[in-house]
């Protein structure tokens, strides 16, 4: 069984179609919302592909645990599920990490090689 894969934001489309429901991330913190009468954190995340909206639902201090230390400008590892409502889509995290550059550029390195493949498979 194969791990969860590593995408850029422009291939969500194909990961929809594909029926892949649950990816990785490699991104970076572009504002953090917290809406607390709706009891939601919106993280809106980018890479060179795209933007997308990261929302994690629940009470305040859980909320607070995972979304506390992220700041604007963060580089994050996302673990979600791709959620579509109507013309809408977003990932909700199962989790995520602040990571540092030299984790930014090794992830990126495994995107590359992961992306590699799945060419030559084609």
């Given amino acids: 069984m194969p791990g969860i894969p590593i995408i850029m934001l422009n291939e969500i489309k194909d990961c929809i179609e594909q029926g892949i429901k649950e990816v990785k991330l490699i ?24 933007i997308i909206e990261v929302k994690l639902f629940g009470e305040e201090n859980e909320r607070k ?12 590892l996302v673990i979600g599920r791709i ?16 990571i540092d550059n030299d984790w930014y550029e090794y ?15 084609m």
């Fill in 27 to 50: 991104c970076e913190v572009v504002e953090k919302s917290d809406y607390p009468e709706d009891k939601l954190t919106v993280i809106k995340v980018k890479d060179p592909t795209g």
């Fill in 65 to 76: 645990l995972i979304t506390n230390e992220i700041r604007e400008g963060d580089k994050l």
């Fill in 107 to 121: 992830y990126l390195a495994r995107y590359n090689r992961y992306k590699k493949r799945r060419v030559k498979k």
């Fill in 83 to 98: 959620v579509e409502v109507g013309t809408e889509v977003y990932i909700s995290p199962k989790g995520i990490r602040k």
